[in-house]
């Protein structure tokens, strides 16, 4: 196709794409292109290796399926052509749920590996000679020592979420992996930052890569942010007026630990919201029913620590709650990556008591603005009231109201209550 036919295409046939994949873009409900698949899939179709600066959210998993789908099409092999490495057994399965709908015309198929539930089943599926694999490091190691993958004819090697793996420590994983992939291969890294050390993987990996950068990875323009300054205390009174006052059609609260996460859900339920909570203290099947309770809208609140909650895609997901700020300026990115989703907007609201000054610069200066500051009558950082009771101490208040209920009492009137 010429230049200037291509040019004059604006759907996702400017690629050259063949049909049984296009078939798989309109059952996926793709009409146009991100950028990021505008820039990335011709360099991919062509064999190159890429190196994408892109956090999630942005349709990066389409920009490394397509190509890859259009290059596996047609050939079989009795052992996986492609592998995509991911930090975190939800994101594996978000990722493995798109290449299915993408490739469901194709004949090609896909299996999902990751730590946290039997390994006989995989190694079952494994049997049955996928093309494509989607796993997490530690699983993937662990499936090569039992003899059950043999990445020998892999092809396409994709480094997902790079900078979450480095913090998760699977880099020494990711190097024992590269040992036993054949060493003429295309590889495709996606990262939403790049510390240093991607930036040392990624020259180790790629070869003369071509470079897309979106945004220097900047959060979406459709978040709005608000930082609160809060004491410790009144952080779930806080919440509650956030949650009272504001149209929330589903909010992701992060805290900072996996009891904090249980706490804090525990505490809501009691309080009538349907919160649950997501993290890495549950079980495989735990964390799968508490994702798809929340994808299905069965729920309207999950409590999350930065560990599961990264990279995950949900819709409509109205506010982004820092119960606790995160460990460093770069997950805040992460963080309030899962609202303003899809170009819709969003609200990133930030706790902040006086022990995270030095974060809020730090975040600041990476984001490169100022979160504007959120003041709220009654939440005054320097006011001298009693302080609010914990969530455990909390009693269950009686009439089951559900979240957004107009008619559930203000904080005013149930401090009044608790008063009297
Ligand atoms: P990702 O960055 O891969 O997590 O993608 C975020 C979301 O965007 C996913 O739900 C994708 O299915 C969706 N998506 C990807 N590409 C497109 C596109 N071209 N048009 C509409 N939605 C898309």
């Known amino acids: 196709m010429s230049a200037s036919a291509a040019n004059a295409l ?42 994408g600066l892109a956090q999630t959210g942005t349709g990066k998993t389409a920009a490394f399926a397509l190509p890859m789908l259009e290059r596996l099409l047609g050939r079989k092999a009795n052992s996986p052509r492609a592998l995509v490495l991911a930090p975190t057994r939800e994101l594996a399965t978000q990722i493995a749920e798109e290449f299915r709908t993408l490739s469901r015309h194709t004949g090609l198929n896909v299996v999902t590996i990751f730590g946290g539930v039997k390994i006989r089943s ?12 989607v796993g997490c490091p530690g699983r993937v190691l662990d499936l090569i020592g039992q003899r059950a993958l043999h990445l020998n004819k892999v092809e396409t090697l994709v480094l997902d979420e790079a900078d979450h793996m480095f913090d998760m420590g699977f880099l020494p994983d990711i190097r024992k992996i590269m040992k036993v992939l054949p060493g003429k291969r295309q590889n495709l890294l996606f990262s ?52 009272n006052s504001e149209k929330c059609n589903s909010a992701i609260v992060f805290v900072r630990t996996k009891r904090r996460a249980k706490r804090l859900s525990d505490g809501l339920r009691k309080l009538d919201y349907q919160a649950f909570d997501l993290q890495g203290n549950m079980s495989q099947g735990q964390r799968d029913r508490t994702m798809r309770g929340f994808r299905e809208r ?45 170009e819709q907007e969003g609200i990133a609201c930030t706790f902040v008591t006086g022990t995270d000054r030095a974060w809020v610069r730090a975040t600041e200066r990476m984001i490169g603005k100022q979160i504007p500051r959120e003041k709220v009558e009654g939440f005054e950082p320097d006011i001298d009231r009693k302080p609010a009771a914990t969530v455990q101490r909390r009693n269950k208040r009686p009439g089951g109201q559900k979240w957004g209920n107009s008619q559930k009492p203000s904080n005013q009137r149930r401090r009044r209550r608790r008063a009297g």
């Open 298 to 342: 069965r729920f309207d609140i999950l409590v999350a620590t930065d560990i599961v909650a990264r990279g995950i895609d949900v819709s409509n997901v109205s506010h982004v709650i820092n119960f606790d700020v995160p460990n460093t300026p770069e997950a805040y990115t992460h963080r309030i990556g899962r609202t303003g989703r899809s």
């Open 122 to 133: 995989q190694i079952n599926a494994l049997r049955r000679g996928p093309d494509i694999v």
């Open 10 to 51: 604006n759907g996702f046939d400017r690629f050259g794409l063949d049909d049984t994949i296009l078939r798989g873009v309109r059952a996926a409900g793709f009409v146009k292109p991100r950028q990021i698949q505008t820039e990335t899939i011709p360099a991919s179709l062509d064999g190159r290796d890429v190196l």
């Open 192 to 243: 939403a930052t790049m510390p240093k050390e991607i930036r040392g993987l990624a020259d180790e990996v790629l070869n003369n890569p071509h470079v897309v950068e979106l945004a220097n990875a900047a959060p979406a323009e459709t978040i709005d942010h608000a930082l609160y300054m809060i004491p410790e205390k009144r952080k779930l009174d806080l919440l509650e007026h956030i949650f």
